[in-house]
Nanobody, 128 residues
Framework: QLQLVESGGGLVQPGGSLRLSCAAS????????VAWFRQAPGKDRERVSC?????????DYGDSVKGRFTISRDSVKNTVFLQMNSLKPEDTAVYYC????????????????????WGQGTLVTVSS
């Protein structure tokens, strides 16, 4: 059974940092394109970041998080991380990771394209 489990969310003050984890089980995450999305209450799902398969390090970020967030893979841990720095109250949302094997060496940030597996989400709250 393919499964993704997000963790690392919580309450943080503005300007703080968090690292989210997206751990895979039942499959090798390196063979899948992975993306992070987020959804705040009453708002549409927003693209956050993506990372391609292969060793080229292809990544992309949504405009609202560029320069503050970094996505990375850990093949040994079968996990993708999202390092979030300089957090703002508007970053408050439930963060989801998704994976799909259809997109090789491509960084995809359209949520409708991810059909293979989604995580259950982790809540990030940025507040003083």
């Amino acid at each position: 059974q393919l499964q993704l489990v997000e963790s690392g969310g919580g309450l943080v003050q503005p300007g703080g940092s968090l690292r989210l984890s997206c751990a895979a089980s039942g499959f090798t995450l390196d063979n899948y394109a992975v993306a992070w999305f987020r959804q705040a209450p009453g708002k549409d799902r927003e693209r956050v970041s993506c990372i391609a398969t292969g060793g080229l390090g292809i990544t992309d970020y949504g405009d609202s998080v560029k320069g503050r967030f970094t996505i990375s893979r850990d093949s040994v841990k079968n996990t993708v991380f999202l390092q979030m720095n300089s957090l703002k109250p508007e970053d408050t949302a439930v963060y989801y990771c998704a994976a799909d094997a259809r997109y090789q060496n491509m960084c995809i940030m359209d949520s409708y394209r991810y059909r293979d597996v989604w995580g259950q989400g982790t809540l990030v709250t940025v507040s003083s």
